[in-house]
């Protein structure tokens, strides 16, 4: 292990350049993970409003059913860094299996729960009858991809703890070329409709899953790591990743709540809502690059025992969050009028989606911040303090939602507008909450294990 004193000039002279190399491959995988959704939402687009309204029920339950089990990535990629930055090589590829054990576990269970009930599960967001049929069909194929899903997060989590976020770029690109192929040849080529683009989706999360799988045990086996699974090690994963899981429930339950208000607001602004959503997702999966970067750093500079260097690099992020969050929010601006053309025909839609791409553009400065924040504080291992602070964020934003669904009516412009005002109040709160944490000491602790 270098001396502090080293490291610490190194985060002074190369900083820079250390973070652009994880940052860079991070930016690209990001990006084309969300194209997922994306080229999901242009191809059922095109099959009418009902079908695309239907996506948007259906996406918002199945990354529910997915994404709460983020805590894979995140928490497996502070731990490997930690042990990485502490010397033990062979120690943070054996604890990074075990969460990819987990994983496998964790998605059976989830994909069983979610195909069983995808049609009560639609039924909460109270869509119309058309959109509704087109949700269940969605979710209820798509739920076979959720194993998958939570393999490349635990797999992505692994490789970004060794500090390599070029094979999950590799990984993310291909698979977004085989969705593309897939999706088009059986919506279209085949007519499957919307059950198409969920089979097109669940090949592709598989195969990707099975690429970054045989990389990690490649890893292991030359660090002669152990691949079975170790049943100490698999609960203490799981016991691990209890409060990234609360953190990761409450940010959910934020975006599930948005979601089931745009959709008493009707099927224009719902279906408008689902491609605002998803292109705030792409958004913030770009500038979650840097909150990337900064967990494989934090991590492995706490491991190694290097407060200066964290803080260094902490203050460098947010600068570039907060640029980029303007740069981003600029490229939003310039064409919000252009989006809404290339996902819907239906004018009532365009017009209710660009009103709300103007409130995702000017928030982007915000959520530049906010992710620097969060993955400054995950590679921390900061997940208690996490899940508090994104509790308390939701508390505040339920009651705003309330007064929206009870109170705002009008034109799916208007309606929309409102909403995702709503929900920029939200990105706010998380901003505040998040910076008061960051200020203090207490998430600064060093060593292989916190």
Known sequence: MQPVTTVTVMYRTSAQREILRLAVPAFLAL???????????????????????????????????????????????????????AGDERSAVSAGLDGVWLSIALGAVTALATAIWAGPLCELFGASADALAQATTYLRISALGVPAMLVVLAATGVLRGFQDTRTPLVAAVTGFGANIVLNLSLVYGLDLGIAGSAWGTVLAQTGMAAGLLLVVTRRARALHARLRPHPTGVLRAALGGVPLLIRTLALRGAMLLTTWVAAGL?????????????????????????????????????????????????????????????????????????????????????????????????????????????????????????????????????????????????????????????????????????????RSDRWLVTGAVR
Request: glycine fraction near 10%; charged fraction near 10%; proline fraction near 3%.
């Open 31 to 85: 990006v084309a993970e969300p194209l997922f959704l994306l080229a999901d939402s242009a191809i059922v687009g095109h099959l009418g409003t009902a079908p695309l309204a239907g996506l948007g029920v259906a996406s918002a339950a199945l990354l529910t059913a997915a994404n709460i089990y983020v805590f894979l990535a995140y928490g497996t990629t502070s731990l490997v860094a930690r042990r990485l930055g």
């Open 266 to 438: 009707g099927d224009v602004p719902l279906a408008a809502h689902q491609v605002a959503m998803t292109v705030f997702g792409f958004l913030a999966f770009a500038l979650d690059a840097l909150a990337i970067a900064a967990q494989a750093l934090t991590g492995k500079a706490l491991g190694a025992g290097d407060v200066e260097g964290t803080r260094a690099a902490t203050r460098l992020m947010l600068w570039w969050g907060l640029g980029a969050g303007v740069l981003l929010g600029a490229v939003v601006l310039a064409v919000h009028q252009v989006l809404p053309l290339l996902f819907t025909s239906d004018q009532a839609v365009r017009d209710a989606l660009a009103a709300a791409l103007l409130v995702v553009a000017l928030v982007q400065p915000v959520s530049g911040l906010v992710f620097v924040l969060d993955g400054v504080l995950i590679g921390a291992g900061d997940g208690v303090a996490l899940a508090v602070v994104q509790v308390a964020v939701l508390a505040a934003y339920v009651p705003v939602l309330l007064l929206v669904r009870a109170h705002v009516s009008g034109a799916a412009v208007h309606t929309l507008t409102v909403l995702w005002w709503s929900f920029a109040a939200f990105m706010a709160f998380r901003l505040l909450a998040l910076a008061v944490r960051a």
